[in-house]
């Protein structure tokens, strides 16, 4: 067993540099999304009607914590910045128009007399792409006006989350998503957040979302695909969890009686069609599951992060003596 902290090793044949893996993301349509954020229980598959704020949603990282505060989003805004994500990978990779070293000014206030802050220290990037772009990753008709409106709403919604990250008496904030702009249906600009900034060039924990893969889900399924995709990063096995631990994930709850026989339902439809993608291969295992994403690239079984993540054992207690270490837990 690896010493805790260790990092994994890799064959030399595999050990693949930061701008190859970029093209190899950019060339499979790969979402890099901030590790942390993917774990944490902020998405919901649908919202209807008027949407709550939410505050104090936390999420453990890396020996401190992670909470997220603003309106609640769901499978559709989700599915915008994975998009945005999408995009920015493959110009980053290929196009050169996405642009770096604009420091994420006027998120916090800056006093010089506290310690140094990342939110107002490191860069954020900004892409630039245009909302038939953004439709042709979700899916969407280019010249559906009202997909351009839902699009403009969602990057709005996403724009109003906040992120806080505290470790001990240090904190940092940041919008998820630090500003946009566009006209009409052209040229669009948005500016990302440093964590999914760090995410995007490899420099942070970071999960990786097949765009193809995504599209062909429904929502229940979108959003624990997007969950697991984070809990498993590269190829291999998970740790065996619970049917019922995974709904908890997509709905941010447990709940009871026929709500919680029919989400458990829709959980086993999501794994369903996930099969269908190929990326996936999941086994019942008595009351539990097993669940293993295959590897499209020889190199993806051998993903090792750039740092060490903590996590909590999302297993219920029942699958604590099952639960092995994965490669980006210490």
């Keep these: 067993r690896k010493r805790k902290g260790a990092a994994m090793a890799q064959p030399e044949s595999l050990r693949l540099s930061r701008a190859a893996w970029r093209e190899i993301d950019a060339r499979n349509g790969i979402a890099r999304q901030d590790m942390a954020l993917g774990l944490a229980p902020f998405i919901r598959p649908q919202i209807r009607g008027q949407r709550a704020y939410i505050e104090g949603v936390s999420q453990p990282w890396n020996g401190g914590i992670l909470e ?15 998009a945005l994500l999408t995009i920015a990978t493959q110009k980053e990779q290929g196009c050169g128009q996405l642009v770096a070293g604009q420091q994420a000014q006027g998120l916090i206030p800056e006093d010089r007399a506290v310690p140094a802050n990342k939110a107002l220290q490191n ?36 724009a109003a989350v906040v992120v806080e990250a505290r470790s001990g008496e240090d904190w940092a904030a940041t919008h998820l998503i630090a500003g946009a702009a566009g006209r009409g249906r052209g040229a669009v600009r948005v500016k990302l957040s440093y964590r999914l900034t760090r995410a995007l060039i490899g420099e942070g924990s970071y999960s990786r979302i097949k765009m193809e893969t995504w599209r062909s889900l429904a929502p229940v ?47 086993r439809l999501a794994f369903a069609a996930m099969r269908e993608s190929g990326e996936w291969r999941i086994e019942s295992m008595g009351a539990n599951l097993r669940i293993e994403r295959m590897s499209a690239h020889p190199a993806e079984k051998h993903v090792v992060l750039a740092t060490q993540t903590r996590v909590l054992d999302y297993a219920p207690p029942s699958d604590k003596a099952t639960h092995t270490r994965l490669s980006h837990e210490v």
Aim: charged fraction near 25%; charge should be positive; proline fraction near 3%.
């Design 68 to 82: 997220i505060s603003g309106p609640q989003i769901d499978s559709d805004d989700l599915g915008v910045l994975l």
């Design 221 to 267: 399924a979108r959003v624990l695909y997007h969950w697991l995709c984070a809990w498993r990063p590269g190829g291999g096995a998970c740790p065996l969890v619970s049917v019922d631990a995974l709904t908890k994930h997509v709905w941010g709850e447990v709940a009871t009686g026929a709500k919680q026989r029919e989400r458990r339902q829709q959980v």
């Design 123 to 158: 860069d954020s990037a900004s892409v630039e792409t245009s909302m038939a772009e953004i439709c042709r990753q979700l899916g969407r008709n280019t010249e559906d006006g009202s997909a351009h409106r839902a699009i403009r709403a969602s990057i709005k919604r996403l």
